[in-house]
């Protein structure tokens, strides 16, 4: 898919940009900018894509994006989620990468933060206790002005690239198109497959909402994203399966039929060959792991 350039703006006193929204609707579309991005979403679930990776974000998760990596968060549709959709509290920050001077990242004791940088082109999931010390800097640096604001950017870098509380997204083999987009086709390409994915979409149906041929969208849609139509319809479908699973609301039969699988037989090889877990396995070590990081908690 090829995501849709987005401008981002800084104020006249700015030199990079640190904002919070409350709604979730905040650029709600495959997209990318040179900017890099640092989100706490501190509120909020869904389904994140980032480069080639498609996996569920959910309340406290901070990503660290690199310049031009295509991402999108949709959040959840009212029918997955537990409360209002005005229930969402995201920090967001983008900054370029040579907005502190071309001479300032070749500097000694910014090696780190270079190497971050550069890192971060395969977007980046900070974890663990990383993650609470990152939410608390950003929450100061959402109330900070002047330089105690770019302090604090460097703070979190910094902690961030000395960590090893991360994981990688997207894969190292992801090369994002950035060609001028047909933007209006590939929204219309994404929202389809988002708001069908519990009905069967045959290939004459998704290529009709491209106004391509079957054969022509076949090829588009691979050239572009580096896997196949259904290939990423089956990595959408298992990711909604996992957080169903994970709010243990509904009987594994009914996450079944819940996310568009026809039969237990493609519902488990297909979840298994995903998360390289079955259905129970992983429901069983999600719980596990919550009541590991409780007492965690507890303890520090």
Not at 39 to 67: A, P, R, T, W
């Amino acid at each position: 898919m090829k995501p849709q350039l987005l401008k981002v703006a800084t104020g006249p006193a700015q030199s990079f940009s640190v904002r919070r929204d409350l709604v979730p609707f905040f650029n709600n579309k495959w997209h990318y900018h040179t900017e890099l991005e640092l989100i706490h979403l501190e509120k909020g679930s869904g389904m994140q894509f980032v480069g080639d990776s498609i996996k569920n974000f959910g309340n406290g998760d901070i990503v660290l994006l690199g310049s031009n990596l295509p991402h999108y968060w949709r959040f959840d549709t009212p029918q997955l989620m537990q409360h209002e959709l005005s229930a969402a509290d995201i920090t967001v920050t983008h900054f370029n990468e040579s907005f502190w001077g071309d001479k300032f990242l070749t500097l000694p004791e910014t090696n780190a933060i270079k190497n971050l940088l550069e890192r971060a082109q395969r977007g980046i999931q900070v974890l663990g206790h990383t993650r609470k010390q990152v939410a608390l800097l950003m929450q100061k640096m959402l109330d900070a002005h002047t330089i105690k604001r770019l302090l604090l950017l460097l703070e979190i870098l910094e902690r961030i690239a000395q960590s090893k509380e991360i994981s990688y997204l997207s894969s190292v083999a992801f090369v994002p198109n950035l060609q001028k987009a047909d933007n209006n086709r590939i929204n219309a390409i994404y929202e389809h497959s988002l708001a069908n994915y519990r009905n069967k979409i045959t290939l004459n149906e998704i290529a009709s909402v491209a106004n391509i041929s079957p054969h022509s969208f076949c090829r588009y849609f691979k050239t572009h994203t580096g896997k196949t139509y259904s290939g990423f319809l089956l990595e959408y479908k298992v990711g909604v399966a996992c957080k169903l699973l994970i709010e243990d609301k509904l009987s594994i039969q009914q996450i079944c039929y819940e996310t568009g699988f026809n039969n237990f037989a493609s519902f488990y090889k297909s979840f298994k060959k995903i998360t390289k877990k079955t259905p129970l396995a992983y429901q069983k070590d999600f719980n596990s792991n919550r009541k590991d990081d409780y007492l965690n908690d507890k303890i520090v």
